[in-house]
């Protein structure tokens, strides 16, 4: 084996194993309903050490009941959009299989918003962590409580990147797949972070 060989070898294999712990275990560590949903849900934060707060968070979510964490982007740090005078934000999307129906999984988010200690003092206040439902399998839920899809996920870069690292075929019902709107997002400040 030459040494370029061996090299992009361990490359390649360094790579299999930071996706793999991108990757939470699939293994069934405990039974889901019958009926599973596929949901996607965004998490950010950009106060009381927003990245810890994400890790933190992606931990809760692997413990809602009656669901199974599949996958966690790489973590994002993110300008803010439509905010000015606001730190960076930390940001990732998760994946989750559930079998919660929409609107019990949208308050189990928001209990964990709480444990975190969010407060929403005013629209688009900083934020120790909000964790928002992207998709949930391939509905259109349009209610005074919830939106699915979110509305403006198709319009943020820390959404789509993150998204389209654990689901590169996602598609956002009413609106095509995820990826074409990369041109959409491409001028917001976005950068992953080393593993």
Known sequence: MTRGHASASATAANADRQASERRVDASPLRALPEVSHLAYIAL???LADPLAQVRAAATALASLPASRLLSVSSLYRTAPVG???QSDFINAVAALATGLGALQLLDA???IERLFGRHREYLNAPRTL???LLLYDDALIDSPRLRVPHPRMHLRAFVIA???EIAPQASIPGRGQAAAWL?????QRIARLPD
């Open 183 to 187: 041109p959409a997002v491409s001028m």
């Open 130 to 132: 909000d964790l928002d």
């Open 109 to 111: 988010l928001f209990a």
């Open 162 to 164: 993150p998204l389209l």
């Open 83 to 85: 905010i000015r005078g």
């Open 44 to 46: 950010g934060a950009n």
